[in-house]
Structure formats: C-alpha cells, structure tokens
C-alpha cells in the first residue's frame, strides 16, 4: 500500500503546481489556490501513512536522534510518509510565494523557475523566493472603507 500511496502523492498535489506554474493568470487558477485546503489530499495520505504507526513515529520525533529517525524512516512505509509530508509542506510554502508573488505582481516567468525549485528543493525554492521578493514591494494596502467604495 505504501508504494501506491507514495505515487498518489504526487499525482494529488501536480494539478496545483501546474495552475500555479502554466496557468498563473487564469482567474480559476487564483480560486483555487488561495484555498489553504489544496494541501488536503496529501495531508490525507500522510495521515493514512502516519496514524497507524503513531506509536513509533511518537517517540521517534518527540526526541529525536538521528539513528532513530534513520530507523522510522528506513522503510516503505517511513520513506513514503516522509514523501508525502515533504509535498504537503512544499505544495503549502509554492502556495503562500505564488499568492505573495501575486499581490507583488513578481512576473510569472520569473516565478516559474522558483515554483519549479520549491517543487524539487523546497527549502531552496523558499530561500530563493525570500531573495526574489525583495525586489518586488507589496502595493499598499487600502483601508475596508476604500474597498466598500470599489466594491
């Protein structure tokens, strides 16, 4: 089961990547993705992977060594639950730099190759939108009373 969960991991979290990376001024694309839910279905398969073996997994993270970790994560089922949190938490953080990168108006081919990085190196992918983001000042933010007036 682990095997078939691991590649469903994925496969659940791409069509998002790829709204946010080929799509990224269609207005579908925006609804879609400034819902925090789009991470559910791989939330889903960590806790499928996770909840079932919780009483190594506690222990392994509550103090953490590295051999116990290496152990917890040594298996099928470890390495395809480590996958699916790495996705999840990666899908969150592309998520939050392609909503900022919005209200920035960042370009989208400029946020690509960042998205891209985010989905292979997700820690890289952050520190790579955190140098990007500088470049690009937030508008600033009109009061409720402006928006009612807009609106």
Do not use: C
């Not at 659940?12 to 579908?28: K, S």
């Amino acid at each position: 089961m682990s095997a078939t969960l691991f590649s469903l991991t994925f496969a659940v979290a791409a069509p998002f990547w790829a709204l946010m990376i080929l799509l990224p001024n269609w207005t579908v694309t925006h609804r879609i993705i400034r819902s925090p839910l789009i991470v559910i279905p791989v939330v889903a398969i960590y806790a499928i992977l996770v909840i079932p073996a919780l009483g190594e997994v506690l222990p392994a993270v509550v103090n953490p060594t590295l051999d116990g970790v290496r152990e917890l994560l040594g298996g099928a089922d470890g390495a395809a639950a480590a996958w699916a949190h790495m996705i999840a938490f990666d899908l969150f953080v592309g998520r939050w730099a392609w909503l900022d990168s919005r209200e920035r108006k960042v370009p989208s081919l400029v946020m690509a190759p960042v998205l891209v990085l985010t989905i292979l190196l997700g820690p890289l992918g952050l520190a790579a939108y955190l140098v990007v983001r500088t470049r690009w000042v937030r508008p600033p933010a009109t009061s409720g009373l402006d928006e009612q007036r807009l609106g």
